[in-house]
């Protein structure tokens, strides 16, 4: 198979590629390199095309790449009064407490 042949793709896989192209090109990038980016990142989740034949359901596709929470996670948290954190934290350390015993 040549390189850049797309044909061993599922469906599903050049759905997820040009959804992803997508978001990429919307953030500015350009349609080439957001191209290349999709397709890297389809590879990285599902370990590249599939090999043909074999009927039935298929396997399932884990997506490793779309959790990116480390990243964005606590900026709401952060925005919140200090107040309001800290009743939060009181509550559902009464609620572990009560669920405890």
């Given at each position: 198979?040549p390189r850049?042949?797309k044909?061993?793709?599922?469906?599903?896989?050049?759905?997820?590629?040009?959804?992803i192209?997508e978001g990429?090109?919307?953030?500015g990038?350009?349609?080439?390199?957001?191209?290349?980016?999709?397709?890297a990142?389809?590879?990285?989740?599902?370990?590249?095309?599939?090999a043909p034949?074999g009927?039935?359901?298929?396997?399932?596709t884990?997506?490793?790449?779309?959790?990116?929470?480390g990243?964005?996670?606590?900026?709401?948290?952060a925005?919140?009064?200090?107040?309001?954190?800290?009743?939060?934290?009181?509550?559902a350390?009464?609620?572990?407490?009560?669920?405890?015993?």
């Open positions: 198979m850049g042949e044909s061993k793709y599922t469906a599903k896989q050049e759905r997820k590629a040009d959804h192209a990429y090109e919307k953030r990038v350009g349609k080439k390199e957001a191209e290349r980016r999709a397709w990142t389809v590879n990285k989740d599902d370990g590249g095309g599939k034949g009927s039935g359901r298929g396997k399932k884990g997506r490793p790449a779309a959790h990116k929470g990243k964005l996670g606590g900026k709401a948290s925005a919140r009064p200090k107040a309001a954190r800290s009743a939060s934290a009181r509550k350390a009464a609620t572990r407490k009560r669920r405890a015993s």
